[in-house]
Every structure is written in C-alpha cells, then in structure tokens.
C-alpha cells in the first residue's frame, strides 16, 4: 500500500465494461497492475460478449467479476450491481465507481491527478467527479450540446454549476448501501439519480474536476484516432436518446427545488 496515502486502503473499486471487440485488452494488459495497486477489491460488471481475453485478465487479476446480458437501457442497474459487488464485506469502506475505459485513460495520462482525486472523495457521502476545462474542451459538439442540457437541469434543481455524465463517484459505505438498496433508476439516468437520491436524503455532498476523465469510444482509445461521429445523426440520436433518460431521472426530484 501506497505509504503516502493512509486514506486509500479505504477505497473499494466498482465499474463495469462493454468491449465486445476486445479493444481495451492492451490497454488493460498494460494498466491493470496500476489498478489493483491502488485497490484492494474491485468488483466489476461485464457483459456477456465482452472479448474473452478481457474476461480472463479480470478474473486473474482478482476482480469480482460477474457478467450480463447487454442492456443499453440497464446501465445505472449494472452500476448500481458493480456497487453491489464491490460492498461485499467492505465493512465501512468508501467506493470509488468509474466505468473501466474511463480509469484506463486516467490512469495512463494523467495518474497523479488521479491519485489525489481518490484520496479526496474521503469524507463525504457522494462526490461526483466532473471533468475538467481541458476534457471539457475537447468533447464532441453531441456530447457538450446534449449534456449541457441535463447539467443546467440539475443545475435549477440544486443549485449546483457541475458536470454531471461521466459517471464517476466517490460513495461512503452509507451512501452505497442506500443506493444500492433503494435507487431504482436502472437507465443511465443514475449520473443523475445517485446524487439527487442521496441529496434526498441528507447525505453529504460533493464535486471535484479531473482533466484525466476523459470521453473517447473504446475503438478510438485502443487505435489512439480522432472521434468523428459528429457528422452521424445516428450518434446525435443516441446522445439525445442518453440526455432524455437523464431528464426522466431527474423528474421525481423537481420537488425539492419547489
């Protein structure tokens, strides 16, 4: 254990991964010790036409791994499962979730900011980790359009300036549990959810930004190319598709801002 951060060994890992081409298997291969290095249980939530190889390197590496049918539209409940997996005799421990590509590219480009993000989501219940002006900047036009929608949304209910869709969190043991036990929203809408649940319900919160959470496809990340997708109407379709669960997340907690 890292002897400059005592707070670490607190912190249990939770993701979970999509990669039917096996596109983060190098990647992984490379960065996978510089993940258990820095926690002692990750529990991980795979789908079931997840590359093989993947597969294996998980379980070898000691992961909890358990996998799913793939269900774009049960995003949050995997998570939510991943938390689930990861709480198992964690006793009070926090949990760290991220989606895997995320932590991948973070740890490989920028491991020190990630380091001091894990040792700064101890204390409060639910932290969102937003990204920074430089990862924000280099978004898709789909992704900063569409998302900046559902941010201003979470925005008037809160009062809240943060960045919302890039899943990561910091979760004390309280704040898992309740989530994993009586968040209900099973789409990807959870970016929002979790922290309106546990705002809901007097919990602690919390934002930090990170320039190393970063968005790029799992294909893109693997062959090191540019996103194009901008020009596909398809992908704003999805992006739109994905900012709507987001705001159907957020209906049952308008309340709280009245």
């Given at each position: ?18 990669d039917?081409d ?5 990647k ?18 795979a ?10 390197l ?13 269900d774009?539209?049960?995003?949050g ?64 036009r ?11 949304i ?21 704040a ?13 809408g ?38 194009a997708?901008d ?9 739109m ?5 987001h705001?159907?997340?957020m ?8």
């Amino acid at each position: 254990m890292d002897a400059l951060h005592p707070g670490r060994h607190r912190l249990k890992f939770a993701t979970t991964v999509a990669d039917r081409d096996g596109a983060l298997f190098p990647k992984l291969e490379m960065f996978m010790p510089e993940i258990t290095r820095r926690f002692p249980v990750i529990g991980c939530i795979a789908t079931h036409s997840t590359d093989r190889r993947v597969l294996c390197l998980l379980e070898s590496a000691g992961v909890r791994l358990a996998t799913i049918r793939a269900d774009p539209d049960a995003i949050g409940r995997h998570r939510r499962e991943a938390v689930a997996l990861a709480l198992r005799g964690a006793e009070q421990d926090h949990i760290f979730y991220a989606d895997l590509d995320h932590v991948l590219r973070w740890v490989e480009n920028q491991a020190d900011e990630f380091n001091t993000v894990l040792d700064a989501v101890i204390g409060q219940d639910c932290v969102v980790i937003g990204r920074g002006p430089q990862s924000k900047a280099a978004l898709p036009r789909r992704l900063a359009m569409t998302e900046a929608i559902v941010n201003e949304i979470f925005g008037l209910i809160t009062g809240h300036s943060w960045d919302l869709m890039m899943a990561a969190r910091g979760l004390s043991h309280r704040a898992a549990v309740s989530i994993v036990n009586g968040c209900i929203v099973d789409t990807v809408g959870n970016d929002v959810a979790w922290p309106l649940f546990c705002r809901q319900r007097g919990f602690s919160l919390g934002y930090l930004e990170a320039d190393g959470l970063t968005y790029r496809t799992n294909t893109d990340y693997a062959h090191d190319i540019a996103d194009a997708r901008d020009q596909d109407p398809h992908a704003w379709m999805m992006r739109m598709h994905l900012a709507c669960q987001h705001i159907e997340a957020m209906r049952p907690y308008l309340a709280i801002a009245q």
